[in-house]
């Protein structure tokens, strides 16, 4: 299993890449996406595996992220931080709280499995994006990282116990997610108060081709919505 491993706080913000607008990343908003260079994860379907090594330099620089916002402010209304995983970025805070000065909303995509880290984030952030990977004590499975689920599941309730706005999903990968996962985590869901979950369509990505794994069945998917509102997200 993977040791996490964080930047050291004099290291500044690694960007991988920049998305300067999207209408599908913070809900209801037309955003920047800037996508951290990091992740703890191994994901089996990853599909940013560029983003992975923490080790690599960034490709963007953050005085440019700015320079870019600043002149933007009157056509964007919010800036997402997604990967990798964001919280692996020791000076994300810092980040968050540059951005916000310009007067953005500011979202993140996690999965949460650097739950302190998590927590404090939600004290800046306006909109998480959380991922759920499958069923808590299977999440090894998927991310390959030991522990997460414990982490995964600390901080997701620690998002529902909170004010900040948020979407759930999962990305189902068929070969690891069995339709009772699925059953199982929508339980959980609707225990904890939650009324919607997403879907997202599985993409393999190997040697420059693009497989996609089906989505559950309709009957499968009657099943969860005994318990959550299910919306599909196919790419």
């Given at each position: 299993m993977n040791k996490i491993n964080?930047?050291?706080?004099?290291?500044?913000?690694?960007?991988?890449?920049?998305?300067?607008f999207s209408t599908l990343d913070y809900p209801g908003k037309i955003s920047s996406v800037i996508?951290?260079?990091?992740?703890?994860n191994r994901c089996v379907y990853c599909h940013n595996p560029d983003f992975i090594d923490i080790?690599?330099?960034?490709?963007?620089?953050?005085?440019?992220?700015?320079?870019?916002?600043?002149?933007?402010?009157?056509?964007?209304?919010?800036?997402v931080f997604s990967g990798g995983e964001p919280l692996i970025q020791s000076d994300l805070v810092d980040a968050i709280l540059q951005i916000k000065q310009l007067g953005y909303l500011v979202g993140i995509h996690t999965s949460g499995v650097?739950?302190?880290?998590?927590?404090?984030?939600?004290?800046?952030?306006d909109w998480v994006g959380f991922d759920i990977?499958?069923?808590?004590?299977?999440?090894?499975?998927?991310?390959?990282?030991?522990?997460?689920g414990e982490s995964a599941k600390t901080s997701l309730l620690a998002l529902l116990n909170s004010?900040?706005?948020?979407?759930?999903?999962?990305?189902?990968?068929?070969?690891y997610i069995e339709d009772q996962d699925l059953i199982n985590i929508a339980k959980f869901l609707?225990?904890?108060?939650?009324?919607?979950?997403?879907?997202?369509?599985?993409?393999?990505?190997?040697?420059?081709?693009?497989l996609k794994v089906p989505?559950?069945?309709?009957?499968?998917?009657?099943?969860?919505?005994?318990?959550?509102?299910?919306?599909l997200r196919k790419e």
């Open positions: 964080v930047l050291k706080q004099h290291e500044a913000l690694r960007i991988g890449a920049m998305l300067k996508f951290c260079q990091g992740c703890p080790s690599r330099p960034g490709q963007i620089s953050f005085d440019d992220v700015l320079d870019f916002l600043k002149s933007r402010t009157e056509l964007l209304d919010a800036v650097l739950t302190d880290r998590f927590v404090d984030i939600l004290n800046y952030v990977k499958t069923e808590f004590d299977k999440y090894h499975k998927i991310t390959r990282l030991a522990n997460s004010k900040v706005d948020f979407e759930l999903r999962t990305t189902v990968d068929s070969r609707r225990e904890n108060g939650v009324k919607k979950w997403i879907l997202q369509e599985c993409i393999l990505r190997d040697s420059g081709i693009n989505l559950p069945s309709n009957e499968t998917i009657l099943k969860i919505s005994q318990y959550v509102s299910v919306d």
